[in-house]
């Protein structure tokens, strides 16, 4: 009996956390000072409804944008109505042969050549011009599908995608040569998938 009664006047013991309190006091402002914030961008498309969802802006019209290494095409679906060969058709081959020569050294190619800038690759002011023609007549299209060889660079991929969604334009009928141009929406509606 004497052990039971022993055992019921014991008192937990107190927790003192004023000295970690204290540090979190002074670690939490130091933290949110030095910490580094990163912005992500994203590119948010517009997908056109699937098969059961609805039918595409004009069944008639259809503008497909083919990436290729090196050229871009404009097909309507059947054929191809433009075609704007790469900048640097020259300059292309001289940036393959340090790729190929560090994939024999057993190097990564990644590394070896840098990717350059897609409007130093492709044609977009012309690209522009053409899909600018192209909504001019169809004013109520929006959709449009973007058709990617598979070595072409995640880079390019944005660059065209931003020419396709829209251009900077002069508006129409101005005459004032310092006139700045607006923003003109093309086709937003964007599917991808993998050129013929």
Same mark, same amino acid.
């Given at each position: 009996?004497?052990?039971?009664?022993? /055992?019921?006047?014991?008192?937990?013991?107190?927790?003192?956390?004023?000295?970690?309190?204290? $540090?979190?006091?002074?670690?939490?402002?130091?933290?949110?000072?030095?910490?580094? =914030?990163?912005?992500?961008?994203?590119?948010?498309?517009?997908?056109?409804?699937?098969?059961?969802?609805?039918?595409? %802006?004009?069944?008639?019209?259809?503008?497909?944008?083919? &990436?290729?290494?090196?050229?871009?095409?404009?097909?309507?679906?059947?054929? &191809?109505?433009?075609?704007?060969?790469?900048?640097? @058709? +020259?300059? +292309?081959?001289?940036?393959?042969?340090?790729?190929?020569?560090? *994939? *024999?050294?057993?190097?990564?190619?990644?590394?070896?050549?840098?990717?350059?800038?897609?409007?130093?690759?492709?044609?977009?002011?012309? $690209?522009?011009?053409?899909? &600018?023609?192209?909504? @001019?007549?169809?004013?109520?299209?929006?959709?449009?599908?973007?058709?990617?060889?598979?070595?072409? !660079?995640?880079?390019?991929?944005?660059?065209?995608?931003? !020419?396709?969604?829209? *251009?900077? &334009?002069?508006?129409? /009928?101005?005459? %004032?040569?310092?006139?700045?141009?607006?923003?003109?929406? $093309? =086709?937003?509606?964007?599917? $991808?998938?993998?050129?013929?």
């Amino acid at each position: 009996m004497r052990s039971r009664r022993h /055992g019921r006047n014991k008192e937990a013991p107190e927790l003192d956390i004023t000295a970690f309190l204290n $540090l979190m006091v002074v670690l939490v402002p130091f933290l949110l000072v030095s910490a580094v =914030f990163s912005r992500v961008t994203i590119l948010e498309l517009n997908m056109p409804s699937g098969a059961g969802g609805g039918a595409p %802006d004009n069944p008639s019209v259809t503008v497909e944008v083919v &990436v290729r290494k090196d050229a871009l095409e404009v097909s309507d679906g059947e054929k &191809v109505i433009a075609r704007f060969t790469n900048l640097n @058709q +020259e300059g +292309e081959q001289a940036a393959d042969a340090p790729v190929e020569a560090a *994939a *024999a050294e057993g190097g990564d190619p990644a590394e070896a050549a840098p990717v350059l800038p897609t409007a130093e690759v492709y044609d977009l002011a012309r $690209l522009r011009e053409f899909l &600018v023609r192209i909504k @001019q007549s169809y004013p109520e299209k929006t959709d449009s599908t973007l058709l990617m060889e598979p070595d072409v !660079a995640y880079e390019h991929l944005v660059g065209v995608m931003d !020419a396709v969604r829209g *251009a900077d &334009v002069i508006p129409e /009928g101005s005459t %004032d040569p310092e006139a700045k141009p607006e923003r003109m929406e $093309l =086709f937003p509606d964007i599917s $991808l998938g993998d050129a013929p």
